[in-house]
């Protein structure tokens, strides 16, 4: 489960952006959304190899619910450029404020952790790094070429950021040719105001496309939040943007709240609804499909992959038919 942060210090210390904010009531969580507590052997040997080669992850630092599922198959989403975000999104657990120097190590320190895990598939994500000149896809270039090097037969998932006003940025990070390009919407365009303030609904939508556009053999893939107050339609229309722009993997996942500062819960999603987001989103044409409760970004990759995969092959059968 998320864990609440609720001394003062620690909340300054990680958002202080957020402190003038009033709390808001933590729902509690219906049974369909508890986990069970992180722990065993394998989980313990995942968290060594992290802290050895001086990782950080989004697991530990977004508060993610499926850690110890994900720690237990030894599958960690590997959070570059440091654990501090130029951004302060409301319903974001990593913490804001100026990062330090990026860590010209840490692409090797990547590679090494993915070759000592025996990854076949790795996902690798990143704070918003809008003080560096390039939005940092230079570091995201480092860390491919070297997990390529490394151990070429992995397959390559990034999530990156928006890379806004960062010109060539994510024309960089595409030519380094990951196996998967994830950008995550979060969610409906009339939310990014408060929930998502320092992006743009369209220009997120643009780099999907332009991933597409320069390269069409990358997968695509963005994730959407929901319980933050949207409509069913507004999702819909969500859905219908990206399949404009190509995506061909969707995520939904509910929203939880890391925090009392943080954004609050509207409502939590039934399971029988994300069933109908799913029914809906097939239709409308993406490969696959990943909508419940608990679905994060990177909750399944490597599985995710290889039906990604298959589904595109059957396509391209049918369509050769």
Known sequence: MVTLIDTQTQRAARHPEKQKRPDSVVMRKPEWIRVRAPGGEVYEQT????????????????????????WSKKHATMMIMGDICTRACSFCNVKTGKPN??????????????????????????????DLDDGGAAHFVATINAIRAATPNTTIEILTPDFLRKAGAAEAVIDAKPDVFNHNMETVPRLYLSIRPGARYYASL????????????????????VGLGETKEEVMQVMDDMRSAGVDFLTIGQYLQPTRKHAPVDRFVTPQEFEAYETIALSKGFL??????????????????????????????????
């Open 206 to 225: 643009r780099l999907l496309e332009r991933v597409k556009e320069r390269d069409p053999t990358q997968f695509t893939k963005s994730g959407l939040m």
């Open 47 to 70: 968290r060594a190899i992290v802290k050895e080669n001086r990782l950080v992850t989004v697991c530990e630092e977004a508060g993610c619910p499926n850690i110890g599922e994900c």
């Open 101 to 130: 120097a990026l860590d010209l190590e840490e692409p090797a320190n990547v590679a090494k952790a993915v070759a000592t895990m025996g990854l076949e598939h790795v996902v690798i994500t990143s704070v918003d790094r809008d």
């Open 288 to 321: 696959i499909v990943s909508a419940t409760p608990l679905t994060r970004s990177s909750h399944h990759a490597g599985e995710d992959f290889a039906r990604l995969k298959a589904a595109r092959d059957a396509r391209q059968d049918h369509m050769g038919s």
